[in-house]
């Protein structure tokens, strides 16, 4: 006889969005870097004369449209990333009394989330904030989250890059069937302008700033008006060079000798040609075995809430499970308006396109990326 217990069912309750409010058009992004490619090139001429470097690359609007879908991002600051020498977010310092500015983006996506799930900080008893990253080693954005909202429990940050809002989930899940919490909050602060490289066509455009905010309970202790019940999470990683950041505490420990790039060229960098082949397929199986491992047909799924970096790997990948090409209702795109907010992504997606679901609704919820690490979570939308 198997006596072993049944684990509790976890529920959603509650989900949550920030972003700044300064966007920037591909026709900014464009005009910005044409002008300083120029820069560059004339400041390079006699290398590039010489054949000892190539010639930057001049953007093209129609380019970054045919090639993501993205039209337009949200950042931090707008005037930093628009200046021509200097390419990047413009930020003031800020003194250790002062709220970090990722804590700081947190809160209002947090509140948003709490306030779906009819709770208050007051009810919360663990934290995690994963996003690709983050500002400082320690002390981690989430406790001092934590101490922001006057929540009470344990706290920590994770990073598993576009993946770390599917990883963060599946973590809340353990924890709630576990004990070890009653209300998690899984928290995606991405300030993605911060580590993007500005200055190349290839990536100017990849990126933009949002966070998200997820709420999950025990389905027996949940009081929202909408719940979606967690059926399964499911996570996968494989090394990968092809999307790196070597931006980090140990750069300044480095012989750096014979080496005069500047640091800020260690940020973002990927082979997307190679991502596209080689990430697709891999996420396109491990949704379909997650799938098949809950006894679930692929057409039965609503909708798919995926990663949303480029618009036609995302088509690609719920072409392959489907077997057809799928409409925007099955699965949906922020990309226009957001850009690839990293891990933020996904959940954006589920928090603007999930009203229109009926009670028995399935969904995935799916992120990827960098590593390569891909997460999925299956969902039911529950009757209340």
Known sequence: MNTAPIAPSVVVTGTGLAHPPHTVSNAELVASLAESVRIWNDAHADEIERGEVAARAVP?????????GIRSRYVIEKEGVLDPMRMRPL?????????????????????????????????????????????????????????????????YDMNVACSSATFSMQAAVD?????????????NPEITSGHNNFELRDFHFIFGD????????RADDAVADERWQVLGTKLATQFSNNIRNDFGFLNSSEDRTGDDRDPHELIFR?????????????????????????ALDPQAIRRFWLHQANLKMNQLIAKSVLGRVPDEDEA?????????TSSAGSVIAFHRHRADLAAGDLGVICSFGAGYSVGSVVVRKLQV
């Open 175 to 187: 924890a709630l069937r576990g004990g070890s919490a009653d209300c998690v909050v899984v928290v």
């Open 91 to 155: 930020l003031p310092r800020r003194s250790e009394d002062e709220l970090g500015i990722q804590a700081e983006m947190s809160l209002p996506a947090v509140m948003d989330a709490l306030d779906q799930a009819g709770r208050t900080p007051a009810d919360v008893d663990a934290i995690i904030v994963g996003c690709s990253n983050l500002q400082r080693a320690y002390p981690a954005v989430s406790i001092e989250l934590q101490d922001a909202l006057g929540a009470r429990g344990w706290a």
């Open 270 to 294: 990927q082979r997307g040609q190679q991502v596209f082949k080689e990430v697709s397929p891999m996420v396109a199986t491990h949704i379909r075995d997650h799938l098949e491992a809950l």
């Open 210 to 217: 949002a966070c998200t905010a997820v709420v999950l309970e």
């Open 332 to 340: 949906p795109v922020v990309l226009d308006e957001f850009a690839n």
């Open 60 to 68: 093209d609007e129609e380019f970054i449209v045919k090639a993501s």
